[in-house]
């Protein structure tokens, strides 16, 4: 029997390396100060370790960035539109692979096309743009995630689940509002939880006989994948690549970042299989983004992003990236930090409303644990919670189900030492939690405030 040791390595080696810039508190502190306490308005170079998003911010390989080098940049039919077609349909087999520049752009193509004022989409849980797309049409974005995935400390292997019996009465009572039905996968909003073969399976069923499309928001396709081969009893001999073509054939569209999985800087697509649909879809397309065959991307980024997607599902690099996410949330969970439990596929999420009980969910806790993340050790993070989710479409606001702080681990790009540094911050941080002060807005956008939004601490 061969041994098995506890050590995660790297599934590879380090080929270019790019400075860090070491910045001392002082600095830290005159920084968000001027950013307006937002970290997203730092500058990058006076971020020590970037956690704020796994999107986009990953290390792309040697061979994409010898990808890079056919890229083809002929505006219509370039041999790299193609070479990118074939890699999404090996995995996703749609009939229509639609481009597009990101995730929320394909958002913004499907949802022009489907939302509008009465209607309603429901999801397990809707990440921001999302939402936000979802609203903009004047429709309802509704979340029916499990009552488990609700809870930080709750215990469940996939709690990012749609909940059927709360779709079924939606569509029972709803059908002639509900153009489409979204399943996260992983639910990023949730702390990056899976959702199981037969979960999507279940909503397939249910979707079918009322005759309303399934969509999946796939982006962590991959990961959620792997929890599958892991979790769900008879699946654990399957190929990672088997088990994403059967997610995808139970669904009849889906919406894509490739700046998460696929290892993408930049990218994404609509994928539908109905002609109707998808005129509609490339219409809007040529009209925003781009003629059909590049969608807004480079014939370079088409490259890259086609052999990314081969790389996303191979178990090595999966297996590293699941244990080694879990590696810092374990080590936060038994220093007593509050996490969200299991942990996650792409990221850590700290659950800031137990850990600065003395905030109340109005005075934003997870923005103030980001901003002292930040301020110690350089950290940048992101609030989930209510700042990111309190707004309401009517202008009030309300506290979010949690408010969750993400660590969010770009792929390939930080190693161990770098994590370990991590969890000493947070350690440190959370030593401190009782000393920290809640915040107030003080300027805000009306929609995706959290991007923008200026805020000052409450003394």
Same mark, same amino acid.
């Given at each position: 029997?061969?041994?098995?040791?506890?050590?995660?390595?790297?599934?590879?080696?380090?080929?270019?390396?790019?400075?860090?810039?070491? +910045? +001392?508190?002082?600095?830290?502190?005159?920084?968000?100060?001027?950013?307006?306490?937002?970290?997203?308005? $730092?500058?990058?170079?006076?971020?020590?370790?970037?956690?704020?998003?796994?999107?986009?911010?990953?290390?792309?390989?040697?061979?994409?960035?010898?990808?890079?080098?056919?890229?083809?940049?002929?505006?219509?039919?370039?041999?790299?539109?193609?070479?990118?077609?074939?890699?999404?349909?090996?995995?996703?087999?749609?009939?229509?692979?639609?481009?597009?520049?990101?995730?929320?752009?394909?958002?913004?193509?499907?949802?022009?096309?489907?939302?509008?004022?009465?209607?309603?989409?429901?999801?397990?849980?809707?990440?921001?743009?999302?939402?936000?797309?979802?609203?903009?049409?004047?429709?309802?974005?509704?979340?029916?995630?499990?009552?488990?995935?609700?809870?930080?400390?709750?215990?469940?292997?996939?709690?990012?689940?749609?909940?059927?019996?709360?779709?079924?009465?939606?569509?029972?009572?709803?059908?002639?509002?509900?153009?489409?039905?979204?399943?996260?996968?992983?639910?990023?909003?949730?702390?990056?939880?899976?959702?199981? $073969?037969?979960?999507?399976?279940?909503?397939?069923?249910?979707?079918?006989?009322?005759?309303?499309?399934?969509?999946?928001?796939?982006?962590?396709?991959?990961?959620?994948?792997?929890?599958?081969?892991?979790?769900?009893?008879?699946?654990?001999?399957?190929?990672?690549?088997?088990?994403?073509?059967?997610?995808?054939?139970?669904?009849?569209?889906? +919406?894509?970042?490739?700046?998460?999985?696929?290892?993408?800087?930049?990218?994404?697509?609509?994928?539908?299989?109905?002609?109707?649909?998808?005129?509609?879809?490339?219409?809007?397309?040529?009209?925003?983004?781009?003629?059909?065959?590049?969608?807004?991307?480079?014939?370079?980024?088409?490259?890259?992003?086609?052999?990314?997607?081969?790389?996303?599902?191979?178990?090595?690099?999966?297996?590293?990236?699941?244990?080694? +996410?879990?590696?810092?949330?374990?080590?936060?969970?038994?220093?007593?930090?509050?996490?969200?439990?299991?942990?996650?596929?792409?990221?850590?999420?700290?659950?800031?409303?137990?850990?600065?009980?003395?905030?109340?969910?109005?005075?934003?806790?997870?923005?103030?644990?980001?901003?002292?993340?930040?301020?110690?050790?350089?950290?940048?993070?992101?609030?989930?919670?209510?700042?990111?989710?309190?707004?309401?479409?009517?202008?009030?606001?309300?506290?979010?189900?949690?408010?969750?702080?993400?660590?969010?681990?770009?792929?390939?790009?930080?190693?161990?030492?770098?994590?370990?540094?991590?969890?000493?911050?947070?350690?440190?941080?959370?030593?401190?939690?009782?000393?920290?002060?809640?915040?107030?807005?003080?300027?805000?956008?009306?929609?995706?405030?959290?991007?923008?939004?200026?805020?000052?601490?409450?003394?």
């Amino acid at each position: 029997m061969p041994v098995q040791f506890k050590t995660i390595i790297e599934p590879f080696r380090i080929h270019s390396v790019e400075p860090l810039r070491m +910045t +001392t508190s002082a600095l830290r502190q005159e920084a968000i100060r001027q950013a307006g306490y937002n970290l997203f308005s $730092l500058h990058a170079e006076d971020v020590l370790i970037d956690l704020l998003t796994d999107s986009g911010t990953g290390a792309m390989s040697r061979d994409q960035w010898a990808a890079i080098q056919h890229g083809d940049e002929s505006y219509a039919g370039s041999p790299s539109w193609f070479r990118f077609e074939a890699a999404v349909k090996e995995l996703f087999p749609f009939q229509h692979i639609i481009p597009t520049h990101q995730g929320r752009a394909a958002e913004k193509i499907l949802f022009s096309v489907v939302g509008g004022p009465g209607k309603v989409i429901p999801n397990n849980t809707h990440f921001d743009t999302t939402r936000a797309n979802v609203e903009f049409t004047g429709a309802e974005a509704l979340d029916l995630v499990i009552p488990e995935g609700k809870d930080p400390q709750a215990i469940h292997p996939f709690k990012g689940n749609l909940d059927l019996d709360a779709l079924e009465a939606l569509l029972f009572e709803r059908i002639d509002d509900v153009p489409a039905v979204f399943i996260t996968v992983t639910n990023n909003s949730g702390g990056g939880q899976p959702v199981s $073969l037969a979960n999507i399976r279940g909503a397939s069923g249910i979707c079918h006989r009322y005759k309303v499309p399934l969509f999946l928001d796939a982006c962590r396709f991959a990961e959620n994948a792997w929890f599958i081969h892991e979790r769900e009893a008879g699946q654990g001999d399957r190929e990672i690549p088997d088990i994403v073509r059967e997610m995808a054939s139970l669904t009849d569209g889906m +919406t894509m970042s490739a700046k998460k999985d696929p290892f993408g800087n930049i990218g994404g697509w609509l994928a539908v299989n109905d002609n109707s649909l998808a005129e509609s879809c490339r219409n809007l397309l040529i009209l925003t983004e781009g003629f059909p065959t590049y969608g807004g991307l480079a014939g370079r980024d088409l490259e890259a992003i086609a052999q990314g997607l081969r790389e996303a599902v191979h178990p090595d690099y999966l297996r590293y990236r699941i244990r080694s +996410t879990a590696y810092l949330g374990d080590a936060l969970d038994q220093a007593g930090v509050p996490v969200v439990k299991p942990i996650g596929g792409h990221a850590v999420y700290i659950d800031a409303r137990a850990l600065l009980a003395h905030i109340p969910p109005l005075e934003y806790p997870g923005q103030s644990l980001a901003v002292a993340l930040y301020e110690i050790g350089g950290i940048r993070s992101v609030e989930i919670g209510t700042v990111m989710f309190g707004r309401k479409p009517d202008g009030s606001e309300v506290p979010a189900e949690m408010d969750l702080v993400r660590l969010a681990v770009p792929r390939r790009t930080y190693t161990q030492s770098h994590v370990d540094y991590v969890i000493e911050v947070v350690l440190e941080v959370a030593r401190e939690a009782a000393t920290l002060p809640g915040y107030r807005m003080v300027s805000e956008p009306p929609a995706l405030r959290h991007f923008t939004a200026t805020f000052e601490p409450i003394t």
